[in-house]
């Protein structure tokens, strides 16, 4: 089979370490491989970006694995390889895949052949925003999943909040909170309303309860 990337490098990445094989030209046509173990870390990993430089490397593989990938990625790119992030399944219903060290190898020797086709990696600015977005999403959820917890709640206890207030976790609704709670050192319409009082402190309840009335007695 003809070998389409000279001096290539594949990477086997796990959770403390990372084994690396790298492929370059050999005696005559034969090819030489040599494979090296270093640990995850950020030295380590720098250390092997020296080596595949030494070795003129021009191109990396690697397995998207969870996370693991993202910081042997982040050390590879500032080098300035052509980097491939694979897919573990592709990779694994090709013949002749191994376990343990033999993978950097078999990653490396399908990179030379050109039958990898990495996946799509976008550049640091768009992963940064990515990152914020998707932050600020599961941010989002979160605070809504907690507004719908309060709301079941007092749905459970028999208390209308939302039935005088337009927004219950609003400034409106937080006034309708009990005096026990934090921050309500005053009495406010509870646990009485609605009454008909409650007008001069919420405009909601002023809309539920109407106008005021001597007989009432105020919030």
Known sequence: ???????????????????????TP???RARRKETKTFLSFT???EAMADWFTAEGVT???????GSYWKPVWYVLEERGFELKLVNAR??????????????AEW???????????????????IREL?????????LIQEHTAECQRIHKTLEDAG????????DVLGFRGGRCWPPSSPGNATPRCWPSWPRVGCARRSPSCARRCGAGSATTTPC
Do not use: N
Request: one cysteine or more; charged letters at 30%.
């Open 43 to 45: 030295a380590h990993l």
């Open 107 to 125: 990653l490396a020797e399908l990179l030379e052949h050109g039958l990898l086709r990495g996946s799509f990696v976008p550049p640091p600015a």
């Open 130 to 138: 990515r990152d914020v977005t998707r932050y600020r999403k599961r």
């Open 159 to 166: 208390i209308k909040l939302d039935s005088v207030a337009s």
């Open 59 to 65: 191109e990396v593989v690697m397995e998207a694995t």
């Open 90 to 103: 592709h990779v694994k219903i090709l013949p002749g895949r191994k376990t343990d060290v033999a993978d």
């Open 26 to 28: 050999g005696v005559g």
């Open 1 to 23: 089979m003809d070998v389409l990337v000279e001096r290539c490098a594949g990477v086997d990445i796990g959770k403390d370490e990372v084994v690396a094989s790298v492929r």
